[in-house]
């Protein structure tokens, strides 16, 4: 089971705009349905983010959280990943409310403030579906992702040791790392540790090879045995990190929110190609890819029966 890969699949986020792509999922029924494609062609981790049905622009809400997560609970067994990133703007409140709600398996955890500068994808696009998009990546440009200390220790504390809820813990700089291993010394989390390495994000680390070899070898000499490693990488290069890493023995995530493409210049038309994708390259590499349960075991989750939903 060392040598199964994890393929988690983030099917829409709260980065990319609805004029940007006709393909992101925008409402609960189409983000189930999404995660549902997404499952069957071999992701076990869905890890999801809710949107205003009618505009499309991220929401904390979770009564619609709770219009897509229990279709997605009877139509597959995946692990459900929810955020507690939320989207730009939300108070640790708002992005904690969905997920106190649901007392999910796992939700994702982003382990130190930062800029998170988006501003550049506006000057992509044409035309505008929505008045609040543009606006919405523009500001970014002035933009701190908040995530203190002492947010970490709450998000934890009222989730993790509340509701048994295990992280998917995002590091988007080798400083998080350390952040995170700050938190194990002290015994704030436990291993085994799911540290998801981003790449790609302006704000973070950039997406060069050197880098994906630097994050790891420093999350090895930091956790030990006491981490799995997963690899996600913004755009374009969605492919060539998540390949590189299965290489070199971790997991990976793909998804719409990650990237809108499939090949160069080609949009992807749903998360399910990007996860037959990478499974169909990491297949033929000689991999095996996990299923859910395999997943649940590796990481150490509570189960699907122990939700809220």
């Given at each position: 089971m060392a040598r199964k890969?994890?393929?988690?699949c983030a099917v829409t986020g709260a980065i990319h705009t609805p004029s940007m792509s006709p393909h992101l999922p925008i409402t609960p029924a189409e983000i189930a349905q999404a995660s549902i494609e997404a499952a069957e062609a071999g992701a076990s981790i869905i890890h999801l983010h809710a949107r205003d049905p009618q505009t499309g622009e991220p929401s904390p809400d979770p009564a619609l959280f709770m219009q897509f997560l229990p279709v997605i609970k009877q139509s597959t067994d995946a692990v459900m990943n929810i955020t507690t990133g939320g989207g730009l703007n939300m108070t640790l409140d708002d992005r904690l409310a969905a997920p106190l709600q649901a007392k999910p398996e796992m939700a994702s955890l982003n382990m130190g403030s930062m800029n998170f500068n988006i501003s550049g994808s506006a000057a992509r696009v044409k035309e505008w579906k929505h008045d609040w998009e543009k606006p919405y990546l523009e500001r970014t440009v002035n933009h701190i992702f908040r995530n203190t200390f002492q947010?970490?220790?709450?998000?934890?504390?009222?989730?993790?040791?509340?509701?048994?809820?295990?992280?998917?813990?995002?590091?988007?700089?080798?400083?998080?790392?350390?952040?995170?291993?700050?938190?194990?010394?002290?015994?704030?989390?436990?291993?085994?540790l799911f540290v998801q390495t981003i790449f790609g994000i302006l704000g973070g680390i950039g997406p060069e090879p050197r880098n994906l070899m630097f994050m790891k070898e420093t999350a090895d000499r930091l956790f030990g045995d006491q981490y799995v490693w997963s690899v996600l990488a913004a755009g374009r290069h969605q492919m060539n990190f998540t390949t590189m890493a299965g290489m070199l023995g971790g997991n990976v995530r793909v998804g719409l929110e990650d990237s809108l493409w499939i090949s160069p210049g080609k949009q992807a038309t749903s998360n399910a190609q990007q996860v037959a994708k990478i499974r169909r390259i990491l297949e033929e590499l000689g991999y095996e890819i996990a299923s859910p349960n395999e997943a649940r075991q590796m990481l150490k989750l509570k189960g699907g029966d122990l939700v809220g939903f």
């Amino acid at each position: 089971m060392a040598r199964k890969i994890i393929i988690t699949c983030a099917v829409t986020g709260a980065i990319h705009t609805p004029s940007m792509s006709p393909h992101l999922p925008i409402t609960p029924a189409e983000i189930a349905q999404a995660s549902i494609e997404a499952a069957e062609a071999g992701a076990s981790i869905i890890h999801l983010h809710a949107r205003d049905p009618q505009t499309g622009e991220p929401s904390p809400d979770p009564a619609l959280f709770m219009q897509f997560l229990p279709v997605i609970k009877q139509s597959t067994d995946a692990v459900m990943n929810i955020t507690t990133g939320g989207g730009l703007n939300m108070t640790l409140d708002d992005r904690l409310a969905a997920p106190l709600q649901a007392k999910p398996e796992m939700a994702s955890l982003n382990m130190g403030s930062m800029n998170f500068n988006i501003s550049g994808s506006a000057a992509r696009v044409k035309e505008w579906k929505h008045d609040w998009e543009k606006p919405y990546l523009e500001r970014t440009v002035n933009h701190i992702f908040r995530n203190t200390f002492q947010d970490i220790e709450q998000i934890v504390e009222r989730l993790g040791k509340g509701h048994g809820t295990r992280f998917e813990f995002e590091c988007y700089d080798v400083g998080h790392l350390y952040n995170l291993a700050h938190m194990l010394d002290r015994g704030v989390v436990e291993g085994p540790l799911f540290v998801q390495t981003i790449f790609g994000i302006l704000g973070g680390i950039g997406p060069e090879p050197r880098n994906l070899m630097f994050m790891k070898e420093t999350a090895d000499r930091l956790f030990g045995d006491q981490y799995v490693w997963s690899v996600l990488a913004a755009g374009r290069h969605q492919m060539n990190f998540t390949t590189m890493a299965g290489m070199l023995g971790g997991n990976v995530r793909v998804g719409l929110e990650d990237s809108l493409w499939i090949s160069p210049g080609k949009q992807a038309t749903s998360n399910a190609q990007q996860v037959a994708k990478i499974r169909r390259i990491l297949e033929e590499l000689g991999y095996e890819i996990a299923s859910p349960n395999e997943a649940r075991q590796m990481l150490k989750l509570k189960g699907g029966d122990l939700v809220g939903f």
